[in-house]
């Protein structure tokens, strides 16, 4: 399968890293090709480096690990993703009143808004529930960490389950792409905890069932 990752920070490089491990095809979206920490990803992941429409254009499955206040003019730069599944790993996150949390939520969530600018699209929700450290290597988690993912199309969620599980999560299907609204406020649990209350970045949720 060909992956296109759109945003080449924390996120994206541990996405690449992680997935480089398990036989998919990496297309690594950034605007300068030649910068030298994207030529040291490519180098590392065997990924091949883009302009991100282009990687956009060739994959089967398209990875938006962007900054959200950069998110809508670097998705809509991206063309025609109609038909194609697109992972989204963003939280809407932002200032408001003085207070870090999310700009959107309630009536609608980042994924719902990511959607409308991408008609046609099969967009998933997930990957945005633990830090980028988890998402490049959480074998030494005593538990296999939980992956919750909402969309609306059952078929695209199937292979991003399949791709969540080559990652090492246990993947669990939260519904349709409205539970993006309960998603991304769990996010900011992690968050909270992570840089709040101490407990730093190697660490994730998990769902512990009883025999």
Same mark, same amino acid.
């Given at each position: +399968?060909?992956?296109? &990752?759109?945003?080449?920070?924390?996120?994206?490089? #541990?996405?690449?890293? @992680?997935?480089?491990?398990?036989?998919?095809? *990496?297309?690594?979206?950034?605007? $300068?090709?030649?910068?030298? /920490?994207?030529?040291?990803?490519? #180098?590392?992941?065997?990924?091949? *480096? *883009?302009?991100?429409?282009?990687?956009?254009?060739?994959?089967?499955?398209?990875?938006?690990?962007?900054?959200?206040?950069?998110?809508?003019?670097?998705?809509?730069?991206?063309?025609?993703?109609? @038909?194609?599944?697109? &992972?989204?790993?963003?939280?809407?996150?932002?200032?408001?009143?003085?207070?870090? @949390?999310?700009?959107?939520?309630?009536?609608?969530?980042?994924?719902?808004?990511?959607?409308?600018?991408?008609? @046609?699209? /099969?967009?998933? /929700?997930?990957?945005?529930?633990?830090?980028?450290?988890? +998402?490049?290597?959480?074998?030494?988690?005593?538990?296999?960490?939980?992956? %919750? +993912?909402?969309?609306?199309?059952? #078929?695209?969620? !199937?292979?991003?389950?399949? *791709?969540?599980?080559?990652?090492? %999560?246990?993947?669990? $299907?939260?519904?349709?792409?409205?539970?993006?609204?309960?998603?991304?406020? %769990? !996010?900011?649990?992690?968050?909270?905890?992570?840089?709040?209350?101490?407990?730093?970045?190697?660490?994730?949720?998990?769902?512990?069932?009883?025999?």
């Amino acid at each position: +399968m060909k992956l296109a &990752i759109i945003g080449l920070g924390r996120v994206g490089q #541990s996405l690449a890293k @992680g997935w480089s491990e398990t036989g998919h095809i *990496l297309l690594l979206g950034t605007r $300068d090709t030649s910068d030298p /920490k994207a030529t040291t990803l490519a #180098s590392q992941t065997g990924g091949t *480096l *883009l302009p991100p429409a282009e990687a956009a254009a060739q994959a089967d499955v398209v990875v938006l690990a962007l900054p959200w206040p950069a998110a809508e003019a670097a998705t809509k730069a991206l063309g025609d993703l109609a @038909g194609k599944i697109v &992972i989204d790993c963003m939280n809407p996150l932002g200032m408001i009143d003085g207070l870090f @949390g999310l700009t959107i939520g309630h009536t609608t969530s980042g994924a719902e808004t990511l959607a409308g600018w991408l008609p @046609g699209a /099969k967009v998933v /929700k997930t990957l945005n529930q633990v830090g980028a450290e988890i +998402m490049a290597d959480n074998t030494r988690l005593p538990h296999r960490p939980v992956m %919750f +993912m909402a969309g609306d199309d059952d #078929s695209a969620k !199937a292979s991003v389950a399949a *791709l969540l599980t080559a990652l090492g %999560f246990d993947p669990q $299907d939260a519904g349709d792409l409205t539970k993006a609204r309960i998603l991304e406020p %769990f !996010a900011l649990v992690w968050i909270n905890q992570a840089l709040r209350r101490g407990n730093g970045r190697n660490w994730a949720f998990a769902a512990v069932s009883q025999p």
